[in-house]
């Protein structure tokens, strides 16, 4: 990964954060996008001290395609050259039933999960082709492969990044750019505390009695098939906790 710059959306928190540190780890220069502009100074100036890692934040709403268009045509000279897209900012709203939706939530799903990653990739591949590489990939989940109870739009919006995957293997079929879909089961990260809106308690619940993967397995899962040889393509990847082995069957001990 040495000298290859990586764009990371959503590096502010959980799976974004863990791939920040594992490509730092391994001699990449980052580009790290999230709203939140602390957290992403703090993540930037630990990244420097601990692998002297270069890197560039940006405090950017992918909702935004205004916002997002700015940053990317002002990035300047030396940061330009993206080898590496992750597609990873996104998040879920509430479970409530379609007949109960709030349309609020709806829309930040949609906007966050499936335009923000438009957005993005179509903002970044016009200059990959130029140069005849590079790499995106696409966090979806393991929602976009079954819908479970209360998961609707949130499914809805993983479904779509899978389709939204093949479609950008079939269209950059003979460009040289690969294109990696990569679908995790439950993850402990910041996630579901943002699905219930700041509820800690309930959150925790989520990961209990069972052992959830971490931002760091993910990490480790993306930078392998980031890093293997340019004629090969890992399309697609689903990881689950080996206690999960769909959304309803979870080996759950209740203490
Ligand atoms: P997380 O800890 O809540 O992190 C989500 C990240 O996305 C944060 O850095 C957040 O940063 C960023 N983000 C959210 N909305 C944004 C926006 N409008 N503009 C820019 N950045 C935005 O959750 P996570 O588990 O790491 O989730 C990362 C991805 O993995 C998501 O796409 C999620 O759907 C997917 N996923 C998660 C799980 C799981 O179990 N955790 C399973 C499967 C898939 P700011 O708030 O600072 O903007």
Redesign the pocket.
Known sequence: MKFKTIFI?????????ACAEIFAEAGARLIL????RE?LIKLSADLLKKFGTESFSIE????NFKSVEKVINNLPQEWKNIDVLIN?????RGIEKIQDGVLENWEEMID??IK?LLYMTRLLLPDMIKRGEGHIVN?????GRYVYPGGNVYCAT?FAVKALSEGMIIDLNGTGIKVTNV?????????SE?RFRGDKERAKKIYEGYTPLT?KDIAEIVLFAVSRPQHVMIQDILITPTDQANPYILNKKSN
């Open positions: 959306t959503g590096a502010s928190a959980g799976i974004g954060q996008l999230a709203r939140r957290k950017c709403d992918v909702r990873n900012a996104g998040l879920a966050t999960n923000g966090i979806a989940s393991l929602a993983k679908d995790p089961g439950l993850v402990e990260t910041e996630f943002v931002g």
